[in-house]
């Protein structure tokens, strides 16, 4: 049940039964500001070009941001949206009327949005959606309600309750009541900003930095490209050593300030609830302001990952895995920013509302067989033997790289130490709710996985696998990725695992003591209420009443 109580600019729907609303006026003075910005290059290209056209380029100056204001005032009269007890309506068009409608027991997710020119006006952008991707179909969006709108909005719809604007107009209005506390999870710390250069995120912003400056040199008629050849001219007069330095140096410069910068706009204020109704709540971001609102029901997991340069300075991001959430808006259900594997740890815990790290992402696992590190090594150190003898190859061929034999014979150790990391990194555990499995080298990951949430298996076997006597455990599940495996385990244990999650699945199968024939074995379905025909190694398994 969401408040009654509104704000002075808020449109009380409760005294406006089944009436649609237009978004907010001060929309009027947002949407010509925000589309300025792209004006900016033809309104130049107005005036310095029509220098020579009399007053002309000054009337093509002006016409333009009327253009706009007239294109704003359209919009807002013609855009107006609905919250009924049924369904969630949209209709905006002049000339072509359109007219959009979710359900309301499809909506999944209802984020808030506001850049900074929304924030000075106190508005703010709601998006609806249903979780069926990145699809127009299954998005709906408000850009320009109220702030106080759009949380109410937001409650209203995650709360599965019919619409005050649907209750008849006889009918007594609850009383209202302040609207319960949400319980706090995690916060930024300042610390936390010695991860932010161990990302890959500086690099990227430097590409885009220098990709952006090329054009607009470019467009300018300014020589960037002239002004970067005479400056490695310069440095050509110099060792290679200093100039490789050099470089090294600056890009090393550009990107840990390119990184700290993405991190602190990106994960400014942030912080991480719970509701009472144990929906997780999170809101980041300095300038443009955002907030994600994760169901409780629609948690299947969560997953803490260490990529290598963020796993050597002991940190770890967390994300959750959940459906209905659009990848690209949730940045991947990020809970937690780059902070110390302790607290990714405690947040996903916290997430999945466990009072033990040790029962999710934290657990201790179960080491595979011998066998699997083999498979590693093999898989590590025969391409780097390859290297190797390449190398040899071209050094005694070609004088000038006589000296890169002996600098290859050091990916033999480097080889060795991954497939070592790989195979002290991959694991499982079965915890009482809670599948987990960790894998990984150069980016280190741990999942756990809801046990009710798995709507499926499939059981895999490669030639090399039949070979060592291993196989792969696919755990299907409708949220994140939609299958997380447990590689290179044995049969039995990976027949021992589903008979402990979905017991009777396999009444009547039992692992083979000998790996199987060599010739390909048919694949059979199984549904998870199906005994009768016990499968063998490549079946696959569903619930057709699975949890979504």
Same mark, same amino acid.
């Given at each position: 049940?969401?408040?009654?109580?509104?704000?002075?600019?808020?449109?009380?729907?409760?005294?406006?039964?089944?009436?649609?609303?237009?978004?907010?006026?001060?929309?009027?003075?947002?949407?010509?500001? &925000?589309?300025?910005?792209?004006? !900016?290059?033809?309104?130049?290209?107005?005036?310095?070009?029509?220098?020579?056209?009399?007053?002309?380029?000054?009337?093509?100056?002006?016409?333009?941001?009327?253009?706009?204001?007239?294109?704003?005032?359209?919009?807002?009269?013609?855009?107006?949206?609905?919250?009924?007890?049924?369904?969630?309506?949209?209709?905006?068009?002049?000339?072509?009327?359109?007219?959009?409608?979710?359900?309301?027991?499809?909506?999944?997710?209802?984020?808030?949005?506001?850049?900074?020119?929304?924030?000075?006006?106190?508005?703010?952008?709601?998006?609806?959606?249903?979780?069926?991707? %990145?699809?127009?179909?299954?998005?709906?969006?408000?850009?320009?309600?109220?702030?106080?709108?759009?949380?109410?909005?937001?409650?209203?719809?995650?709360?599965?309750?019919?619409?005050?604007?649907?209750?008849?107009?006889?009918?007594?209005?609850?009383?209202?009541?302040?609207?319960? &506390?949400?319980?706090?999870?995690?916060?930024?710390?300042?610390?936390?900003?010695?991860?932010?250069?161990?990302?890959?995120?500086?690099?990227?912003?430097?590409?885009?930095?220098?990709?952006?400056?090329?054009?607009?040199?470019?467009?300018?008629?300014?020589?960037?490209?002239?002004?970067?050849?005479?400056?490695?001219?310069?440095?050509?007069?110099?060792?290679?050593?200093?100039?490789?330095?050099?470089?090294?140096?600056?890009?090393?410069?550009?990107? %840990?300030?390119?990184?700290?910068?993405?991190?602190?706009?990106?994960?400014?204020?942030?912080?991480?609830?719970?509701?009472?109704?144990?929906?997780?709540?999170?809101?980041?971001?300095?300038?443009?302001?955002?907030?994600?609102?994760?169901?409780?029901?629609?948690?299947?997991?969560?997953?803490?990952?260490?990529?290598?340069?963020?796993?050597?300075?002991?940190?770890?991001?967390?994300?959750?895995?959940?459906?209905?959430?659009?990848? &690209?808006?949730?940045?991947?259900?990020?809970?937690?920013?780059?902070?110390?594997?302790?607290?990714?740890?405690?947040?996903?815990?916290?997430?999945?509302?466990?009072?033990?790290?040790?029962?999710?992402?934290?657990?201790?696992?179960?080491?595979?067989?011998?066998?699997?590190?083999?498979?590693?090594?093999?898989?590590?150190?025969?391409?780097?033997?390859?290297?190797?003898?390449?190398?040899?190859?071209?050094?005694?061929?070609?004088?000038?790289?006589?000296?890169?034999?002996?600098?290859? !014979?050091?990916?033999?150790?480097?080889?060795?130490?991954?497939?070592?990391?790989?195979?002290?990194?991959?694991?499982?555990?079965?915890?009482?709710?809670?599948?987990? !499995?960790?894998?990984?080298?150069?980016?280190?990951?741990?999942?756990?996985?809801?046990?009710?949430?798995? !709507?499926?298996?499939?059981?895999?076997?490669?030639?090399?696998?039949?070979?060592?006597?291993?196989?792969?455990?696919?755990?299907? %599940?409708?949220?994140? &990725?939609?299958?997380?495996?447990?590689?290179?385990?044995?049969?039995?244990?990976?027949?021992?695992?589903?008979?402990?999650?979905?017991?009777?699945?396999?009444?009547?199968?039992?692992?083979?003591?000998?790996?199987?024939?060599?010739?390909?074995?048919?694949?059979?379905?199984?549904?998870?209420?199906?005994? %009768?025909?016990?499968?063998?190694?490549?079946?696959?398994?569903?619930?057709?009443?699975?949890?979504?």
């Amino acid at each position: 049940m969401t408040t009654q109580q509104h704000a002075p600019d808020s449109p009380d729907l409760s005294r406006q039964p089944g009436a649609w609303h237009r978004l907010d006026p001060r929309m009027l003075a947002v949407f010509p500001a &925000k589309q300025l910005g792209t004006l !900016i290059p033809v309104l130049a290209a107005v005036l310095i070009g029509g220098r020579d056209a009399g007053g002309w380029q000054l009337v093509g100056a002006v016409a333009a941001p009327i253009a706009l204001v007239l294109v704003g005032v359209l919009r807002w009269l013609t855009l107006r949206y609905r919250v009924g007890a049924e369904r969630v309506e949209l209709r905006r068009g002049l000339i072509a009327h359109q007219r959009r409608s979710l359900r309301r027991e499809l909506v999944r997710t209802v984020d808030l949005r506001a850049s900074p020119l929304h924030r000075l006006f106190g508005l703010t952008v709601v998006e609806i959606g249903t979780g069926t991707g %990145t699809s127009k179909e299954g998005r709906l969006s408000l850009d320009g309600v109220t702030a106080r709108e759009g949380e109410r909005l937001r409650r209203e719809l995650l709360s599965r309750s019919p619409s005050t604007e649907d209750r008849p107009s006889t009918a007594k209005a609850p009383p209202a009541r302040p609207v319960p &506390k949400e319980r706090p999870v995690a916060q930024l710390h300042l610390a936390w900003l010695r991860y932010a250069p161990l990302t890959a995120s500086g690099l990227a912003a430097i590409g885009a930095l220098v990709g952006t400056s090329f054009k607009v040199a470019n467009d300018a008629g300014v020589d960037l490209a002239g002004s970067v050849y005479r400056a490695g001219d310069q440095l050509s007069g110099t060792s290679l050593l200093a100039a490789g330095a050099v470089l090294v140096a600056t890009v090393l410069l550009l990107a %840990t300030v390119g990184s700290l910068a993405i991190y602190i706009l990106g994960w400014w204020n942030y912080r991480l609830g719970l509701e009472p109704d144990d929906t997780l709540r999170l809101r980041r971001g300095l300038l443009t302001t955002r907030s994600l609102s994760i169901e409780q029901r629609r948690m299947r997991g969560a997953q803490v990952t260490q990529p290598l340069l963020l796993r050597l300075a002991g940190g770890a991001r967390c994300a959750a895995v959940t459906t209905g959430l659009d990848a &690209k808006t949730s940045s991947g259900g990020s809970l937690l920013p780059p902070a110390p594997l302790a607290e990714a740890h405690r947040v996903a815990a916290s997430a999945l509302l466990l009072g033990d790290t040790s029962m999710g992402t934290a657990a201790i696992l179960v080491r595979h067989p011998p066998s699997a590190l083999r498979r590693r090594a093999a898989r590590a150190l025969l391409p780097a033997f390859g290297l190797v003898l390449v190398a040899w190859w071209l050094s005694e061929r070609v004088r000038e790289l006589s000296t890169i034999w002996p600098v290859a !014979i050091l990916a033999l150790p480097l080889a060795a130490l991954l497939a070592a990391d790989r195979y002290r990194n991959l694991g499982h555990a079965l915890r009482p709710d809670y599948l987990v !499995i960790g894998y990984g080298s150069l980016v280190r990951r741990r999942v756990a996985l809801q046990r009710r949430g798995i !709507i499926g298996w499939r059981l895999r076997q490669s030639p090399l696998q039949r070979r060592a006597g291993l196989v792969t455990l696919d755990a299907v %599940t409708a949220a994140g &990725k939609g299958r997380y495996s447990v590689v290179d385990i044995s049969p039995a244990r990976a027949v021992e695992l589903v008979n402990r999650i979905n017991p009777g699945l396999l009444a009547n199968d039992r692992a083979p003591d000998t790996p199987p024939p060599r010739h390909r074995t048919r694949r059979r379905t199984a549904p998870l209420h199906n005994t %009768t025909r016990p499968p063998t190694l490549g079946w696959t398994g569903e619930r057709p009443d699975g949890v979504d």
